[in-house]
């Protein structure tokens, strides 16, 4: 427990995050960037932007009450510190998406009717399903809801989006690498903490499982609508990135050639990476995981 103490307190926390890897941040960037004109300037790819950091903002603010609410629910004071950090870190991610939304020319007044419009409400049940869990206060399920599945979806996506974003908007890709050292030390707890949980609770098993087979289910069907609805965007802004002889992205993200991927191969990649990576998680903190429904 000693270890488990120091290795989630506020000191660790303090070192590793604000004096760590976001000091001399604003935004979680460095303060000279900004989106770039490419996007500003081009009416269909800044739309397809506002909506993609709408779900981002959605996914965070999700997270937000979750782990606020798990405070509360937490058995040990260790976890309720912990959480205390990821409620900040988690108010930080709404925060910083929310000023790319104004970045991208989103007014301050608009901000809330914007992410109304925006977010998909497939994310929104899949949202709701936590929520309920943390509602209940129903810690074992919140932190597998939370710590597991959320994050390792938001991860797996913020890795993806860094990895396209790396070269054509460096203002982005930066503000996601410090979101996805957050996750990483929310994953980290996820897993260290709920295993033995699991362990002391085997009733619970079944309906944790349930949950996660939903989410995934919620998840997939979010997946399916982003890369059907932006396809043709997609596409284009692909060819056009191809013919100024530059590219969206690594040539291998697990196994896929991101610069001559289509939106179908996309989709494809990140759902299986998703749920591969739900798959080793929730093997080691001794659930089963389920696979989910496809979305018809
Ligand atoms: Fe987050
Ligand atoms: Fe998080």
Redesign the pocket.
């Known amino acids: 427990m000693a270890d488990f103490l120091s290795q989630y307190s506020i000191q660790r926390w303090l070192e590793m995050c604000p004096q760590g890897y976001l000091e001399d941040t604003v935004n979680g960037h460095d303060p000279g960037l900004s989106e770039p004109e490419e996007i500003l300037g081009n009416e269909e790819i800044r739309e397809a932007s506002i909506a993609l950091t709408v779900q981002l903002i959605a996914g965070?603010r999700a997270?937000l009450a979750a782990?606020s609410g798990l405070v509360n629910a937490a058995p040990d004071y260790a976890s309720k510190t912990f959480l205390a950090t990821?409620t900040l870190?988690?108010a930080r991610?709404v925060e910083i998406f929310t000023q790319r939304l104004m970045d991208l020319g989103v007014k301050k007044e608009d901000v809330n009717s914007t992410v109304a419009d925006y977010t998909n409400p497939n994310l929104v049940k899949f949202a709701e399903v936590l929520l309920e869990k943390v509602s209940n206060g129903d810690f074992i399920a919140g932190v597998v809801g939370?710590?597991i599945v959320?994050?390792g979806m938001?991860f797996t996506v913020f890795e993806l989006l860094q990895t396209t974003s790396k070269e054509l908007n460096p203002k982005f890709a930066q503000t996601l690498a410090g979101?996805i050292a957050?996750?990483r030390?929310?994953?980290g707890f996820g897993e260290n903490r709920i295993g033995s949980l699991i362990a002391q609770h085997p009733e619970r098993k079944a309906e944790i499982e349930r949950m996660q087979g939903e989410m995934a289910y919620h998840m997939l069907a979010t997946f399916s609508d982003i890369f059907t609805g932006g396809a043709s965007t997609m596409t284009r802004e692909r060819d056009r990135l191809a013919a100024q002889g530059q590219s969206i992205g690594d040539a291998g993200w697990h196994g896929t050639d991101l610069s001559t991927a289509t939106p179908a191969d996309m989709e494809a990649v990140l759902a299986d990476t998703v749920l591969s990576e739900f798959k080793t998680r929730l093997g080691r903190i001794g659930l089963e995981y389920q696979t989910p429904k496809v979305p018809a």
Request: hydrophobic share 20%.
């Open positions: 965070e997270a782990s990821q870190d988690e991610h939370q710590n959320l994050e938001a979101t957050d996750e030390r929310h994953v």
